[in-house]
């Protein structure tokens, strides 16, 4: 989606500060002979620093005024800022290619205006930054109110549904996204932020900037309010033993939308099938594909190896996002994903379990796989071309309850053990023959 403007927080967003902060106030209390209190400098961290200045002055003594205090801690942090707090890794170059390309940024922080933009001069990004707002600047209202992202998307002049909030702390991206905006979380996994507290209003959740890019922002679409239709959407990973070429080119036939993650795109050139998407980390595409992926493809996402996510997860993220730009629901199917590397077998059966309401399936030369579950295709029924093949059936959720038809060894709703071997190789005798999944989840594999 377009990007008209971005507003980022500071501390823990742009600069590597929050452990300053845990400490800035336990500085002060030793200096003036009062006991620390972690428990109340938890329940102050959503507050501008004027006001957790006032309370810790006006209900722990510390400080001779709450105005002196505040002056002392802006020095403390602003000597911080200029010497020792780096921004976080990747940062920098991050807000250097955002500059570049025209997007007009601000800041918004409970930390005083003048001591972030000291900050920010301190690394020499003090140019990306066309507004700088503290919550001292709208009245002391804290990020548990979405004052101060409003007065900065104020005054940076754009528009709330195509700017997006920066953020590491739980409230401000609960609050920003509250508030309308789309947010980038920026988890630090240092920082002891709770990453179950933040995932839930996130658009985009990263941990860190070398997972972060524009075309990866570009590619995020909304849910459509009206879903009509369907999208065919075809993964192609990076397996290091991959499909044939004429399983790759009849899959690709098949799909509305055809995405290279990877190696996948040395499969699709060899299949003489051009992705409409390249993305991943490039470390594992041989130059020649490489080149090709990047010149047919219409777009790219690129990601650093040292990254949390697979490219499989990458690109099936694509295809969701292509799919509500297009108003459809998404149908997906992954091949040349498991071949050569058990470990990325199995992995792969849980993004295809997460991705259940893709009614996701994996075509490979020797067989394909189907989720069957209750959060997307409940049934599958195997058809005339399946009798006398082998089937097998095993659990991929907890509480898994299936039934099994037409099939040498039927199942009434029986209920199956996660990664039981109960349901292994069974053998269709029915062309009418069907597994159905009323609880739970089930890897139904069909053996060619």
């Not at 971005?6 to 823990?12: R, V, Y």
């Not at 997007?103 to 301190?122: C, G, H, K, N």
């Not at 299949?271 to 990047?294: H, K, M, Q, T």
């Not at 459809?328 to 997460?354: E, I, K, N, Y």
Request: aromatic share 8%; glycine share 8%; proline share 5%.
């Amino acid at each position: 989606m377009p990007m008209s403007g971005a507003i980022f927080d500071c501390d823990g967003t742009i600069v590597d500060s929050m452990g300053m902060w845990r400490t800035v106030f336990d500085v002060m209390c030793e200096r003036y002979g009062v006991a620390s209190d972690p428990a109340f400098f938890g329940g102050i961290e959503t507050l501008s620093l004027r006001d957790e200045c006032r309370a810790l002055h006006d209900e722990k003594h510390v400080g001779t005024s709450a105005d002196d205090l505040y002056e002392e801690i802006c020095a403390y942090v602003t000597d911080k800022y200029e010497h020792e707090i780096p921004t976080l890794p990747g940062c920098e170059a991050f807000l250097r290619t955002m500059h570049e390309a025209g997007i007009p940024m601000a800041v918004a922080s409970s930390t005083p205006a003048r001591e972030v933009r000291r900050a920010l001069e301190a690394h020499g990004l003090g140019d990306c930054f066309d507004v700088v707002v503290s919550t001292e600047d709208v009245g002391g209202r804290d990020k548990e109110y979405p004052d101060v992202y409003l007065e900065a998307l104020r005054r940076l002049g754009t528009s709330r549904e195509t700017t997006w909030v920066f953020e590491d702390a739980p409230f401000g991206v609960r609050t920003s996204k509250r508030a309308g905006f789309h947010v980038v979380a920026i988890f630090n996994e240092h920082d002891g932020r709770d990453e179950k507290a933040i995932r839930p209003y996130a658009d985009i959740f990263v941990h860190g900037y070398p997972e972060l890019s524009l075309p990866l922002i570009r590619d995020f679409a909304d849910s459509p309010a009206h879903v009509e239709g369907v999208m065919h959407a075809l993964v192609v990973d990076g397996s290091p033993c991959p499909s044939s070429p004429e399983l790759v080119r009849s899959l690709a036939l098949a799909a509305d939308y055809v995405i290279a993650a990877d190696r996948g795109a040395e499969a699709l050139h060899a299949a003489g099938v051009e992705p409409d998407v390249f993305c991943g980390d490039s470390d594992s595409v041989g130059e020649r594909a490489l080149a090709w992926a990047r010149t047919v493809a219409s777009s790219q996402i690129g990601f650093p190896p040292e990254k949390y996510s697979t490219d499989l997860s990458i690109a099936i993220d694509c295809a969701r996002h292509e799919a509500k730009r297009r108003g459809r629901s998404l149908q997906l199917t992954v091949t040349c994903a498991t071949g050569g590397r058990p470990d990325h077998a199995l992995g792969v059966v849980g993004l295809l379990v997460r991705a259940a309401d893709a009614s996701p399936r994996l075509m490979e030369d020797g067989y394909e796989l189907r989720i069957v579950s209750t959060e997307g295709t409940a049934g599958w029924w195997l058809g005339k071309g399946a009798v006398g093949r082998v089937f097998s059936a095993i659990a991929v959720a907890p509480d898994t309850v299936i039934s099994e038809t037409g099939m040498k060894w039927d199942l009434d709703h029986h209920e199956m053990g996660l990664l039981d071997d109960l349901g292994v190789s069974n053998v269709i005798e029915s062309e009418d023959a069907a597994v159905e999944c009323s609880s739970g989840a089930v890897a139904a594999f069909l053996l060619y």
